[in-house]
């Protein structure tokens, strides 16, 4: 069974630190990852998306994928309160098809002033 | 850029009442679309997913069925529904071939 973990949280950060959130997977053949921001009593919004080893940075957030450790991390720099949410990560499985994936049951993150 | 719609926003529904739930997407043609539910505190549970038209897959075997009749609108429905249906309902999509999934904004579902 494919499985994507998340520690629960809440991780708590200050305003204007950096915030470290992680998540491993199970299925070593997965093929793409993925970061969702949920706000409570919100849908999930794709803020990162990530496919090959390595960093990929976009404003404030980087992604960093690890298939040999089968980790994803999201790195949020500059922390503000509003970056306070839910964050889910996603695993999309190996080969094509109808894309079903794996989600972790998010990291809570509270950014506090 | 593709939109989800889907509505009602919120229900409350007695125990044992229908329930039909509606999902149109645009902006895009032959979507994959999914429908999730997720329960208070807990993670997303998908339950049924669709890669065309009449071609519905289930992951969940429950009281709950879908319906594509439509490329872009998918539809969750109940005969009888449970307290444990209770939960918040999201339909998603993403474009054939790619990973990425586009989240509508939900429906509050409170069975009573």
């Known amino acids: 069974q494919k499985e994507v973990e998340q520690n629960s949280g809440p991780l708590s950060v200050p305003e204007g630190a950096i915030a470290s959130l992680n998540c491993t997977y199970s299925d070593r053949g997965s093929q793409s990852f993925f970061w969702y921001r949920q706000y409570s009593g919100k849908s999930p919004e794709l803020i990162m998306s990530?496919?090959?080893?390595g960093d990929k940075e976009d404003g404030r957030f980087t992604a960093q994928l690890n298939k040999a450790s089968q980790y994803v991390s999201l790195l949020i720099r500059d922390s503000q309160p509003s970056d306070s949410a839910t964050y889910l990560c996603a695993v999309n499985p190996a080969a094509g098809g109808s894309y079903i994936p794996t989600f972790g049951r998010g990291t809570s993150l509270i950014v506090h002033p | 850029s593709q939109t989800i719609h889907q509505w009602p926003a919120t229900l409350v529904q007695p125990v044992g009442s229908p329930l039909s739930l509606e999902c149109t997407v645009e902006?895009?043609?032959?979507?994959?679309l999914y429908w999730y539910r997720q329960a208070a505190g807990r993670g997303l549970q998908l339950l049924f997913y669709s890669v065309g038209i009449g071609q519905i897959s289930s992951e969940v075997p429950q009281n709950l069925s879908a319906s594509r009749p439509q490329d872009r609108q998918f539809i969750l429905s109940s005969k009888k529904l449970l307290l444990s249906d209770s939960g918040f309902y999201l339909c998603?999509?993403?474009?054939?071939?790619?990973?990425?999934?586009?989240f509508g904004p939900g429906t509050r579902l409170t069975v009573t």
């Open positions: 990530i496919y090959s080893n």
């Open positions: 902006g895009t043609s032959n979507p994959n």
């Open positions: 998603a999509s993403n474009l054939l071939g790619g990973g990425e999934q586009y």
